[in-house]
């Protein structure tokens, strides 16, 4: 029997990396997560990545066989394929990783950009399919943003393109401090830290314990946030009406640039439904031109949980291989 | 004798209409000047526009033959050659301007955005030559940018890509109201009119007739702001500092999305020199992500004069041309 091809798609996020076994027609055969060690030396943490890919191999079936990583990072250059001081990890100077799976595999390895590996997952297989004109924004630790021109994902002269987190943001005060080392950029506002941070400052106003309760003490994490908003806490749909206005005023900016026909977003605070999309919306229609409102569909992921960057993350594999073939 | 194909290239811009008729090889071989008339039906403006089109062939040679018009103008949709409610122009509705000069002449005509025309322009002959990634920021009475993406002049999905001028501005209070309906449109605070506003706001706030004398009394031009700054006014120099830091913040944003290797400068306000380019550099840098800092150039025209747009209209017509040939 002939045995089946099987692409190894990770997704480094600032906080979980997902990786998937992923066969020629873009199923996920076997699937996993770790927490990001963003703490421990880069090769430690391809080690341990390397070694859970391969249990999940084994108890898969015999007839596969891997044919290589595609590896999808936040803060990865998809032109060089290096990670160089990324923001969100405590990893120093520029991480070569495909060359540390290749080296403890002999496999071929790719690694592009985490929002321009989602962007790949929903051109071939979620909410962009037969789109020319998109942007993928991911909304996790960071902000991240996958461009799609004519069909092509940008990656412009140096490989950064798509740094959408780290653009000014408008109608802020511009004060909060970014890892990147700035101040006042997007994600500072509308990732899901910035999220909490809002929440927190709003409840440290009002001085209250937070209409719902929930919100009384300790950490305020995304789900009991979420729950509170369930809850109709004014603490908590305020979070995310501030949120959602400032991100849909940064999306109209970027819509402006490249006029898509959709602009989608992707990460687990889309799972806020509406008390996160309907700022958006307004804001984004708010700032576009008077012939754009309306015109452009703000959509959440069309792949469930975290697919579509472990599913593009491999598809630009193959794709790459086909190229070199 | 063979006779010379020549096109007329047009830059129909919110205040100045400039044209040439351009051979071949790119040179111009005669050109002009009118003021833009916004006030009257675009069906009239056409008529003195081929009319002026006309005395230029007629007084250039009898060997030159016109092969067509390349109109770039402000507010155009490069996807449809249609004006539809120009922010900058009176003209209401849809100006189908391309059939105007067509039934006129009985020749093909292509109209395509003022912006992605002086991108054209600068790619073919002036300062982006060899550059597969840039974009050409216009300053005029808006702000318009065509941007460059792996060799091609982006339009999106309705022909509305590069719509710079309505992103909103970081680090403004974002009340001057734009003729596009919204508030804080960048072109509200770097446009000419935009800078002149600015100093005008300087000069009532200081309360002072401006140091050096010149900004006293009645309107202030740009030429008058850029004396008054050669001679070390500071309302002036105060002035464009604002102005371009401003749009050096909101280059960065654009640069953030794109990456590009260079950012072109285009329109009179260049004039300028230092005075602002030095504050939209600074800005600029502070914006971008480390890795990018030094390595974007700031760049003006690399052609005198407004001929980037008349040169890429003919040169975008010659284009298509090819293409249906």
Redesign the interface.
Known sequence: MAKTDLVAGIDIGGTTTSFGLIDRQGNIIARSSVPTEGGIQPGRFVNLLYDRIMALMVSSSSTHRLKGFGIGAAGANSKTGII??PPNLSWKGKVPLASLFTSLSGLPALVTNDANAAAAGEMNYGAARRM??FAVITIGTGIG?G?V??G?I???????????G???????T?LRRCG???D?CLETYTSVPGLLLTARELLDESGSSGYSGLLSTGDITGELLYQAALKRDRVAIEAYRRTGTILG?AI???A??????AIILFGGMTNAGKYLFDPVMEAMN??L????RG?IALLASGLDGDSAGILGAASLFRAEMRQKA
Do not use: W, Y
């Open positions: 160089e001081d020319s004109h943003s461009v021109i004519d092509k940008i990656t412009g002269e140096r490989g950064l393109a798509g740094e959408f780290h653009t000014r943001a408008a109608g802020t511009g990147c080392g700035s006042g005023t109209a900016n970027l402006l640039i490249t006029d898509p026909e708010r700032g031109l008077a012939r754009q015109e």
